[in-house]
């Protein structure tokens, strides 16, 4: 398999640590996003959307970390990145949300970018942005997580889930935005967690070829 990534994309630091997770190795295809790399036609023949991350299994080429992460879940559910518990399952998949449709989105490159180009905002401008949205996000799950009276090391339980996998990738984001991780202690504990296994440090941005 290839994976199309970039190394300081959140989407595709979730997928590289999904699939470290779960043991499985890919050719590592860096798509450099900072030379416009993802709008060039050798790539839209990959992902017409000309994003990353992109998933090439051989068979087909999967788009959209979300649906690639649940894929991975389906065809190679060991280890289990969501718990057996129905309920437990929908919890977990609304921590990975809070990140995934309420934080990132309006704060990725292209939204930055467009900030940047259309309506002159300095870097200054940039770090207010993403932090209102990277704090209102982290108080609620911060929240969340500290409600729930069986949460072990992680997120959930004391083995990595899917929200943990979504998460980590933030709090490195919220890190290069100069927001201050103090304020949520809870998320900041499951951070070192994480940090502390092999399956998160290889998928850090900085230990990527293309860093």
Not at 145 to 159: C, E, L, M, Q
Not at 176 to 197: E, N, T
Request: aromatic share 8%; net charge neutral.
């Amino acid at each position: 398999m290839k994976l199309y990534n970039f190394f300081r994309s959140g989407t595709s630091q979730r997928l590289r640590i999904a699939l470290n997770l779960k043991g499985i190795s890919t050719d590592y295809v860096a798509v450099d996003l900072r030379v416009e790399e993802h709008q060039k036609e050798a790539f839209k023949s990959v992902n017409p959307q000309m994003l990353v991350p992109a998933l090439d299994t051989g068979e087909q080429v999967l788009v959209q970390s979300p649906a690639i992460l649940e894929w991975l879940e389906e065809k190679y559910p060991t280890p289990a990145l969501l718990p057996a518990d129905v309920d437990a399952r929908a919890h977990v998949r609304a921590l990975a949300a809070i990140v995934g449709c309420d934080i990132h989105p309006i704060n990725n490159r292209r939204i930055l970018e467009t900030l940047r180009k259309q309506f002159g905002a300095n870097e200054a401008a940039i770090n207010a942005w993403c932090g209102t949205w990277i704090s209102a996000g982290f108080d609620a799950y911060e929240a969340l997580i500290a409600t729930d009276k069986n949460r072990g090391t992680f997120s959930f339980g004391n083995t990595p889930t899917l929200a943990d996998v979504y998460l980590i990738p933030q709090v490195e984001s919220a890190r290069r935005f100069k927001v201050d991780m103090g304020r949520w202690p809870l998320i900041s504990a499951v951070d070192q967690a994480c940090g502390a296994l092999e399956a998160f440090q290889k998928a850090a941005p900085l230990a990527q070829p293309d860093a």
